[in-house]
């Protein structure tokens, strides 16, 4: 079955799981920025729960099927319309034979994922089928949908239930303003106390220079840093470091101006300091940030990330009870 | 002398770091301990990471506790002994075209936010380094081997550090403000390492020269680059070699047909005899080149 893109959308990319093994050589994760939302997209039509999708950043695409479909949109409210007629989220759709599907701007959040029964049909590169973009490796052709593009999904593993839908409790929360929980570490030691405790005090604005690499935050105070003699190949700026590698969640700050927090495309490493790392737990809510969002960090400990890190599991557990069959 | 650093990157990373300079045998101790690691397949590792003067695991907690995994880095640690500072490694050689008219302009299109915009990166590396003229500074970029101490940034790109003593060490800032356009295979120097750019995209490091020859392919048709989409690994050993624009085209011609062999020999460095003659010891690791 052939699905032909009509209209690409702002950066609509083929995404699953993501891909381990490679960060020592620069190839990061990638993946679907909200796991909870992209497994229960699948989840909802009996695919596969890591199938690949589309995810749609802040407008959607338009897309033509060649042959029926059963299709789920998840996650940032993109109004979903067959033909020009309105669709709900979070629910079984058919689209026929020659219909068009659409998803509009994303009135909340940041990210929509499409599944289509069977999942999306693109080779398998280091084990996932997720677009890299920056290293132009996996999905399809290595980058983001163009109009013109031609997807194709494989064969429906089960038969799909139009009309299904995902209850509200286990829908993604979103929000215009956010508190993030971040553990500190890494280089914090290099930020005077102070300024440590107005950064977690301060709130922060999502700039639009914010993609699956990294977002970038303004709105809050500069750090002050440590004073110290430069060492030996790190660079002469207070935030320079000797080149080293970037957790994914990290949130480094370039000559102490503007944050910015490295998601699943990160670059898997430079010479800024990073003050410390967003949890596990709250890395799906951050892929739904949109330019303009903003959040809090709040400093929690190892115990308290441990604990979310179970609850969000719990998320899923119960996503995966309310719609396996 | 040990100052190792331990501390986490959230609750998934963990995060070492060996010196907060720059120094060989730190990176050295990153790559041994690292390789160790490796080999004792932990339940709940996903990834391994070394870098310049650090490194990283990324690890599942729901399958392996953090306490847990500290200990065996410890150990690990605690245990590599002197006999160990050995590496089994290969050394490569890349033809480099110094001077080449593609970075040359993409520097002056971004000489605005270069810290000398009257001179090229070369003439301002040069300059500050002490060297007399670009030829002498090219000399000194070629000369010596180098190890890649980190591969990553983006796809494969390696960071080298030179096998010399520290004080004839090449130093240069980065730009003012990063450039939006690099070309594929830019050979880059920022702070004290050099690098090759394995893709095109932004980029604040000085700019020296091209290389002919890919060191990325995700498609991987390039013939060294069939087996695995990336070249480079961390341990490796870089000698630059300067060629001309005939040299250069020839050679690319050659990758264009996939009939061009990367130059590279087996190896073993030594971090004790590097470290009682880092003068006369990178020459010894240069004749494993031109032994075959």
Known sequence: MAIEVKKPGLATSVQDQ?????????????????????????????????????????MGPELVFTEPAFVAVTGARMQPKIDGEEQPMD?????????TLALGFAAAGARAYLAVSGGLDVPEALGSRSTYALGSLGGLKGRPLQAGDVLEAGSPTGA??????????????????????????????????????QFLSDTWQVS?????????????????????????????????????????????????????????????????????????????????????????FVEVTLEQALEARAERERRLAGIREALLA | ?????????????????????????????????????????????????????????????????????????????ANLGEHAARLDTRIVEIPVLYNDPWTHETLMRFRERHQDPSSTDLEYAARINGYPDIEAFIAAHSGTPWFVSMVGFVAGLPFMYQMVEQDKQIQVPKYLKPRTETPKQTVGYGGCFSCIYSVRGAGGYQMFGITPVPIYDPEQKVDHLSE????????????????DREEYDAILAEVERNEYTLRSAPVEFSLPEFEADPAGYPTKILEALHGN
């Open chain 2, 1 to 77: 002398m040990t100052s190792t650093r331990y501390t986490l990157g959230g609750d998934e990373h963990l995060f070492v770091e060996l010196s907060e300079s720059m120094r060989l045998d730190a990176f050295f101790r990153s790559i041994l301990i690292t390789q160790e690691l490796a080999a004792r397949e932990l339940d709940g590792v996903t990834e391994i990471c070394p870098a310049n003067a650090s490194f990283q695991v990324r690890f599942d907690p729901d399958r392996l506790k953090v306490d847990h995994l500290k200990e065996v880095v410890q150990e690990i640690e």
């Open chain 2, 228 to 243: 695995f989409m990336i070249f480079f690994r961390p341990g490796d050993i870089v000698k630059f070699r300067p060629i």
């Open chain 1, 208 to 296: 639009s220079e914010s993609d699956r690499i990294g977002y970038r935050l303004k709105g809050g105070s500069p750090l002050e840093f440590v004073p110290r003699t430069p060492p030996f190949g790190a660079g002469d700026d207070p935030s320079n470091i000797v080149d080293a590698c970037y957790p994914i969640g990290s949130i480094q700050v370039p000559s102490g101006q503007e944050p910015i927090v490295l998601h699943r495309d990160a670059v898997s490493g430079g010479g800024y300091m990073m003050v410390g790392t967003v949890i596990s737990a709250d890395m799906d809510t951050f892929g739904q940030m949109a330019p303009n969002a903003r959040l809090r």
């Open chain 1, 91 to 99: 629910t079984v759709l058919e689209v026929d034979a020659g219909q």
């Open chain 1, 18 to 58: 993501g891909r381990t093994g490679n960060y020592h050589l620069g190839i990061p994760p990638a993946g679907a920025m909200d796991q909870l939302s992209f497994r229960a997209a699948n989840l909802l039509l009996g695919n596969e729960e890591t199938a690949a999708v589309l995810e749609c950043a802040i």
């Open chain 1, 160 to 197: 799909a239930d139009v009309g299904r839908t995902l209850p509200e409790q286990h829908r993604v929360q979103l929000a215009k303003e956010y508190e993030v929980r971040m553990l500190p570490g890494l280089y914090d030691h290099r930020v005077a106390s102070d300024s440590m405790k």
